[in-house]
């Protein structure tokens, strides 16, 4: 259902951006290590890096994170908007909750005082209207994806 993998498409961004900042944590620790070390030596890290090259890898890192910061906070606006454009309050809810806060099923269904086959159902009625209301957006999404399959699969074969 590409209805769901549209929606999870914050929790991608959100994932990418999450190891991006890990890597620049990394990074970073590696800077600071290699400054600490004999002064009087040329700073490397593990792989040869030299200082400079350190900080320029993370300067070019924070540009990465913040463009996509950037999309997040795009995509999660329109989702949220997409959302909240459903006329059943009850699927708006559980869908804000699935793929905007990133809870599970049996988190929501403690929250909203459903039981869980309750809300598992409630779920899938909720995906089928979502994907009803916004079928172009979904179309369009598939189409992008398949752009950039294809377009991996170019750069691949170069």
Do not use: W
Request: proline content about 1%; aromatic content about 8%; glycine content about 4%.
């Amino acid at each position: 259902m590409q209805t769901k993998q549209y929606l999870k498409e914050l929790k991608r961004l959100d994932t990418c951006i999450n190891q991006k900042l890990q890597e620049k944590a990394a990074l970073y620790t590696s800077t600071i290590g290699a400054a600490r070390t004999d002064k009087d030596r040329v700073q490397t890290s593990g792989n040869g890096d030299t200082m400079p090259e350190l900080i320029q890898r993370i300067i070019d890192l924070e540009a990465e994170i913040d463009k996509e910061i950037g999309s997040f906070a795009d995509q999660k606006h329109t989702i949220i908007n997409q959302i909240q454009a459903l006329k059943n309050k009850t699927y708006v809810s559980l869908l804000c909750k699935r793929y905007v806060e990133f809870k599970r099923l049996e988190e929501i269904a403690v929250e909203m005082n459903y039981t869980y086959p309750y809300v598992r159902k409630m779920h899938g009625y909720a995906l089928t209207e979502f994907q009803r209301v916004h079928e172009d957006a979904i179309a369009a999404y598939e189409a992008a994806l398949e752009e950039r399959r294809n377009t991996k699969e170019h750069s691949d074969m170069l």
